[in-house]
C-alpha cells in the first residue's frame, strides 16, 4: 500500500492551492492530492462566475477584505509569471434607484478603507462612457476587477504542485478515513472502491463535500453545506447591440441573503447573465430537475434549512420563479440595461454553491477549520470546513492560512 507524508483531499482550486503551497514550504514532504472525479476544478470552481474581485464588499480590516485583496494582486502575478491569460474587464456597481444611494456611498467609503485600487464613483453619464447600454444614478467603478478561467488557473496549480514533486490521484472519491496497524503512517484514507492510501497527516477542502468529509472523522455535524444552485442566462452571439465591457453589479441589499443578478463577461468572449439562487436537491446538481434522495432528506431534516427558508421566504419565491422563467430574470436585469430583450439571452450554464449554514438558520460567512482531537487520529486531520466567497480570488493567500495552520495542528 502506498505511503505518503499529507493527503489533501479536494480539487478544488483552494485544495490544489494548499498542496502546492504545503509542498513547497516543506519540499521533503511526501504530498498527495486526492480528486473523485476524472479532472481537476469540475465543481464549484469550474461552474463559477470567473470574476477576480477587487474587495469592495468586505468589511474593512476583516480576514476576508485582507485575502480577497492580497488574492488578487497574486493571480494577476500569478499568470504574468505563467503566461495564463486574464482580462481587467473592471467593474461598476450600480445604483438604479435613490433609495440605494445611501448603500452605495456606504460601499464606497468601505473600499476605500479595504484600498481598493483606483476606486471612483460614476454619474449618470460617466456610467454610460464606461458602458453605453447601461443605465443608472450613480456607481462605483473598480477598474482593476477582473475575469480568468478559474478551472484553468486550478489545473496549472495542479501541474505546479507536481513540478514541486506533488501527485495527483484521479477518481479517488476518498469515503473513510480509520486508524491503520502502521504507527508512521497511522491514517488509513479509504476510497469509496477500496482504493487505499495511508498517511501520516489528512487536510480536507471538500467544498460541497466538506461537512460529509469532517463527520466521516466524527466531526460536529455543524455548520451543515447547504448547496445553492446559480442558473445563469447567455447573451446570443448576434447581439452586438448589446456590447457588455465589464461586469455590471448591483448593490447589494442586506436584507437578503445572496447578491442579485449581474452582468458578466467571459474569457471566451460570451457575457453571462444572472445568476438566480435556488436550494438544490442535489450537492453536485446543476439541471433544474436534479435530484438525489439522500441529499434532499438531508434538507428536510436540517432545522438551521428550515429557518433560513421561513425568515426569506417571498426572497426564496423570487428565486425559484426566475429559475424558470427567462422573463422574470430578463426583467431584473432590465433595470440596468433597459435595451434587453428576452430574444436577446438563452439558457445558459449552472453553478452550484455551498453555503455553509449554522444550526440557527444563519449563513456562515467567516472561515471554519476543525481538526480531529480525540481518539488514534487526534492533531493529524485538518478539515477546511468553509472557505467563504470570494474563495477563488483568495485561492492563494487562504493556502498559506491553511498550511499555516496545518503547521500548527501537526507540529511540522
Known amino acids: 500500500m502506498q505511503k505518503v507524508d499529507c493527503l489533501i483531499v479536494g480539487g478544488g482550486i483552494v485544495g490544489v492551492a494548499v498542496a502546492r503551497n504545503l509542498q513547497s514550504v516543506f519540499s521533503h514532504l511526501k504530498c498527495l492530492l486526492v480528486e473523485k472525479e476524472d479532472i481537476l476544478a469540475k465543481h464549484q470552481t469550474g461552474h463559477n462566475s470567473g470574476v477576480i474581485h477587487a474587495g469592495v464588499y468586505y468589511k474593512p480590516d476583516s480576514l476576508k477584505a485582507k485575502l480577497c485583496i492580497e488574492g488578487l494582486k497574486r493571480i494577476y502575478e500569478y499568470c504574468d509569471e505563467n503566461h495564463l491569460p486574464y482580462r481587467k474587464c473592471g467593474k461598476i456597481i450600480v445604483a438604479v434607484e435613490r433609495d440605494?444611494?445611501?448603500?452605495?456611498?456606504?460601499?464606497?467609503?468601505?473600499?476605500?478603507?479595504?484600498?481598493?485600487?483606483?476606486?471612483?464613483?460614476?454619474?449618470?453619464?460617466?456610467?454610460?462612457?464606461?458602458?453605453?447600454?447601461?443605465?443608472?444614478?450613480?456607481?462605483?467603478?473598480?477598474?482593476?476587477?477582473?475575469i480568468v478561467d478559474y478551472g484553468l488557473l486550478c489545473r496549472h496549480f495542479g501541474k505546479s504542485f507536481e513540478q514541486l514533486g506533488g501527485r495527483i490521484a484521479l477518481n479517488f472519491e476518498a469515503d473513510k478515513f480509520?486508524?491503520?496497524?502502521?504507527?508512521?503512517?497511522?491514517?488509513?484514507v479509504q476510497s469509496t472502491t477500496n482504493s487505499s492510501f495511508l498517511s501520516r497527516y489528512v487536510i480536507t477542502c471538500g467544498g460541497l463535500q466538506a461537512d460529509q468529509l469532517a463527520m466521516a472523522c466524527g466531526g460536529s455535524k455543524n455548520p451543515t453545506i447547504v448547496p445553492f444552485r446559480g442558473d445563469y442566462l447567455k447573451l446570443k452571439e448576434n447581439t452586438e447591440k448589446l456590447k457588455i465591457n465589464g461586469n455590471i453589479y448591483p448593490v447589494p441589499d442586506p436584507k437578503f441573503p445572496f447578491l442579485g443578478v449581474h452582468f458578466t463577461p467571459r474569457m471566451d468572449g460570451s457575457v453571462w447573465l444572472g445568476p438566480n439562487a435556488v436550494l438544490s436537491m442535489k450537492r453536485e446538481g446543476y439541471g433544474l430537475f436534479d435530484l438525489n434522495l439522500r441529499d434532499s432528506m438531508d434538507h428536510v431534516l436540517n432545522s438551521g434549512l428550515r429557518k433560513l427558508a421561513w425568515k426569506h421566504l417571498s426572497y426564496g419565491l423570487g428565486e425559484m420563479r426566475r429559475a424558470y422563467s427567462l422573463k422574470a430574470t430578463v426583467r431584473e436585469l432590465q433595470k440596468f440595461v433597459p435595451a434587453l430583450a428576452v430574444s436577446d439571452v438563452e439558457r445558459g450554464p449552472s453553478g452550484v454553491r455551498a453555503q455553509a449554514l449554522s444550526a440557527d438558520g444563519n449563513l456562515v460567512e467567516d472561515f471554519v477549520f476543525e481538526t480531529v482531537n480525540t481518539g488514534d487520529l487526534k492533531n493529524r486531520i485538518l478539515h477546511v470546513r468553509n472557505a467563504p466567497s470570494p474563495a477563488a480570488t483568495s485561492s492563494l493567500p487562504i493556502a498559506d492560512m491553511v498550511v499555516a495552520k496545518a503547521k500548527e495542528c501537526f507540529n511540522l
Open 178 to 188: 480509520l486508524p491503520s496497524d502502521d504507527p508512521s503512517y497511522p491514517i488509513l
Open 100 to 146: 440605494q444611494l445611501g448603500r452605495l456611498d456606504d460601499l464606497y467609503e468601505r473600499a476605500k478603507q479595504n484600498g481598493v485600487q483606483d476606486i471612483r464613483m460614476l454619474d449618470s453619464n460617466q456610467i454610460r462612457e464606461i458602458e453605453p447600454n447601461c443605465r443608472g444614478i450613480r456607481a462605483i467603478h473598480s477598474p482593476h476587477t477582473g
